[in-house]
């Protein structure tokens, strides 16, 4: 069992930045894969970032060259750094973790924390 907590959403303007984080606790943190998804009103939850035990890191390309996965072990936390933030950013943002390797889809991700809002204001 793991529970996620996210933190560090809010109100930017564009081209702002904001560092999104993700508290686990529960089993090891650094056995599972963790992962980034948003969803903004009326839309589907996408995958935004992921990084594996390992280290390998995923982006979906809206983001790429912006958005800075990253993890640390020792303080069972993840984090997603957000640069030059545009007002199609705007979604909840979820922190996810699964068992074994990096994947993109929803339903292979085990556990989910409640989201923060981001919201970038044009």
């Known amino acids: 069992q793991v529970q996620l907590v996210e933190s560090g959403g809010g109100l930017v303007q564009t081209g702002g930045s904001l560092r999104l984080s993700c508290a686990a606790s529960?089993?090891?943190?650094?056995?599972?894969?963790m992962g980034w998804f948003r969803q903004a009103p009326g839309k589907e939850r996408e995958f935004v970032a992921g990084i594996s035990r390992s280290g390998t890191i995923s982006y979906t390309d809206p983001v790429k060259g912006r958005f800075t996965v990253s993890r640390d072990n020792a303080k069972n936390a993840l984090y997603l750094q957000m640069n030059s933030l545009k007002p199609e950013d705007t979604a909840v943002y979820y922190c996810?973790?699964?068992?074994?390797?990096?994947?993109?889809?929803?339903?292979?991700?085990?556990?989910w924390g409640q989201g923060t809002q981001v919201t970038v204001s044009s």
């Open positions: 529960g089993r090891t943190f650094s056995a599972y894969t």
């Open positions: 996810a973790a699964k068992s074994g390797a990096l994947r993109y889809g929803l339903s292979l991700y085990d556990y």
